[in-house]
């Protein structure tokens, strides 16, 4: 009994021992891990505040930062004006190159175009533009060469070749017709690509502002007046000179289609000859026609004829009071058919030209009466140039 009480107090004290053989362990321990925390905090702090120290003395030192700089501009550069040529207003209402590269939808809607302000800027000489149709070259060149020799600024030159495939490039520089070759297209006779055409000239002439009169004229046709005569009668008039009259024959009234009414009704209905001359307020409704043109070109077609028609119609319709209703070009229709009498060489005399200038009738003018009933004549034979040539010095003064 003894004995097992010395064994439970061997065992108490060996298990006490173990305890506190634990205890100190622990402690040891935990003593450990408290004196690395303690390092470790003082550690960092004193490298958050070298770092602090560090950032603002590099502060202290670095220049206070710039904004950010905007987007560099990838537009493109202005151009130079001294290598691109300024375009003025002069440029734009006085262009000096006919042709360009407009439709004749934008030819016509530019054309169309009216300055409301009646006052210009600059001043302006009014002239007449001198329009001709031809099917190529002009054969009479030289002649209206000499027609205009020497009132340059007085007038302007537009040419519409009905051959697409013409080319002027031997015209001589010194001609006024050289480079007056307007975008041109194929024209047939009797077709309504002719009264197309005319308005195509009548539209590229109207681009300049300084073109009062539009005369048309073919290659067949020559002045009989000297140039001083022409300007001052058509500058000077108070009216168009558009040829209509009322045809109750089989070619006037007998084109007529029903078809066209209301617009156009067979009381409206009017015939003439298509070598007009007009001023700028005619021509400018011309090219703007949107009514009448598209009407004619529905309905004018096989046995009517267009240029012998709309244009007649469309002045007695629209502008009955400002027409002298008859043509200043003498065509001779004595021998009836579709085209008038061609004169040949030996029938170009000095009578015959003197009896053109001085008709034996008299005509009105700006409400009074004049002798010089017409300005241009047509149709003469191409190898009739000379003759004129030859007789204008003595009959006509150039």
């Known amino acids: 009994m003894k004995?097992?009480?010395?064994t439970n107090q061997q065992n108490q004290i060996l298990n006490c021992q173990g305890?506190?053989?634990?205890?100190?362990?622990?402690?040891?321990?935990?003593?450990?891990?408290?004196g690395l925390g303690v390092m470790l905090s003082s550690h960092t702090k004193s490298l958050s505040s070298n770092l602090q120290l560090s950032l603002l003395s590099y502060a202290s030192q670095s220049p206070p930062s710039s904004p950010p700089q905007p987007p560099q501009c990838t537009c493109p550069a202005a151009?130079?004006?001294?290598?691109?040529?300024?375009v003025g207003l002069r440029d734009f209402v006085e262009p000096k190159n006919v042709m360009h590269g407009m439709t004749d939808e934008e030819l016509l809607w530019r054309a169309s175009m009216k300055p409301?302000?009646?006052?210009?800027p600059f001043s302006q000489t009014p002239k007449i533009a001198f329009l001709f149709l031809t099917r190529g070259r002009l054969p009479f060149a030289p002649f209206w060469e000499k027609f205009f020799k020497g009132h340059e600024g007085f007038y302007s030159i537009y040419v519409h070749t009905s051959d697409p495939r013409h080319v002027d490039h031997d015209t001589p520089e010194t001609s006024p017709f050289y480079r007056r070759r307007i975008p041109s297209k194929e024209v047939e006779w009797g077709k309504f690509s002719l009264m197309e055409a005319e308005r195509r000239l009548l539209a590229n002439a109207l681009l300049d502002s300084s073109n009062r009169r539009f005369v048309l004229l073919s290659e067949a046709g020559v002045p009989i007046f000297d140039f001083s005569t022409v300007y001052s009668h058509?500058?000077?008039?108070?009216?168009?000179f558009v040829d209509l009259f009322d045809d109750h024959g089989p070619t006037g009234q007998g084109r007529y289609s029903r078809r066209m009414a209301p617009l156009v009704t067979l009381r409206e209905w009017r015939k003439g000859s298509q070598w007009f001359e007009m001023d700028r307020e005619l021509a400018l409704a011309v090219v703007s026609d949107t009514t009448y043109f598209p009407l004619f070109k529905k309905h004018c077609h096989g046995g009517c004829y267009a240029d012998e028609h709309y244009l007649p119609t469309f002045v007695h319709i629209k502008f009955p009071?400002?027409?002298a209703n008859r043509s200043l070009t003498w065509t001779d229709w004595s021998r009836g058919g579709p085209h008038p009498r061609t004169y040949t060489r030996p029938l170009v005399t000095v009578d015959f030209l003197r009896g053109l200038r001085k008709s034996e009738k008299t005509c009105a003018y700006n409400g009074e009466t004049t002798e010089i009933c017409y300005l241009f004549a047509r149709k003469f034979d191409e190898r009739s140039l000379n003759r004129f040539i030859l007789f204008a010095p003595k009959i006509m003064g150039f």
Do not use: C, M, W
Request: no cysteine; charged share 25%; proline share 5%.
């Open 79 to 86: 151009p130079n004006a001294a290598e691109e040529p300024r």
């Open 234 to 240: 058509l500058i000077n008039s108070h009216h168009s």
């Open 3 to 6: 004995k097992n009480n010395q």
């Open 116 to 120: 409301e302000r009646k006052e210009t």
């Open 19 to 34: 305890i506190f053989h634990d205890i100190v362990f622990y402690s040891f321990l935990v003593g450990i891990g408290f």
């Open 321 to 323: 009071g400002k027409n």
